[in-house]
Structures are given as C-alpha cells and as structure tokens.
C-alpha cells in the first residue's frame, strides 16, 4: 500500500511501469489474489524473521522502522506481541478495506491511523533512496 500511494503522486510517466495508470485493474486483481492467499501464520513467522534479522543488523545498517516500531534488540516474545497487536489492530487484512486503500495517497493512508500501515510507511521511508 505504501508504494502504491508514493507511486499514484507521481506523474505516470514518471512512475515505475507496474505502477501506471495503466496496471491498476492488474493491480486490483492481484490484491484479491493476495487476499485469497493470506495464511496469517505464515505472515507472522515471516515477519518476525524480518524483525529478527533486522535487529541483528550493525549501527550503520539499522532499519529506522524496525527500531521504532520493535525496538532496537530482539525479544521474540516482544515482537510476537507487537507483531500480534498490528495483526489486531489493522484492517490491511479485509479485502474491502485493502481496495479502498489502493486509491488512496500516502497522507489518507497515514490517517487510518493503522499499526500495519505505519509500520508499511515507515519501512518505506527508511529504504534506502536507491531501492524506492
């Protein structure tokens, strides 16, 4: 979502090509596939995985988002809470909710006030320029 919301406030001839006017039924399409195919257990596990390494990385690596929104040491207890509570407090995981989004720019997202969704924009803003 939060690629997709920096990507709409871009002209489209600027944007990257998955993310033209163009692709946007496809991309429709793909968030009702995606929906269909969410296994949350399997999300959980990954994600932690994530927050695990990410929080084995150096100073100079650090992901600005992991550490604000896990911390800066590992805990998998910790981060199964914290994973748990963006899980129940999100609607990212209801499909209406997930196609209102894909229209909506990056501000509109930040409204929700949604803990999966800051975390998504946080990490997003964190990236290094050169792999937005």
Known sequence: MAR?????????????PEYMEREHVRIKDRLEREQKNLFLPAERQL????????QALGAEERIAAVD?????????????AKID??????????????????????GQLEARK?????????????????TR
């Open 4 to 16: 997709l919301a920096a990507e709409r406030a871009k002209p489209d001839l600027e944007r990257r």
């Open 47 to 54: 994600l932690l995985a994530f927050v695990r390494r990410a």
């Open 68 to 80: 604000k929104h896990f911390g800066k040491t590992f805990s998998e207890k910790d981060a199964l």
């Open 85 to 106: 509570a963006m899980y129940a407090g999100t609607k990212v995981l209801t499909l209406d909710e997930r196609m209102k989004m894909a229209t909506e720019s990056v």
């Open 114 to 130: 949604d803990p999966l969704l800051a975390f998504g924009l946080d990490r997003r803003r964190s990236r290094p320029r050169w």
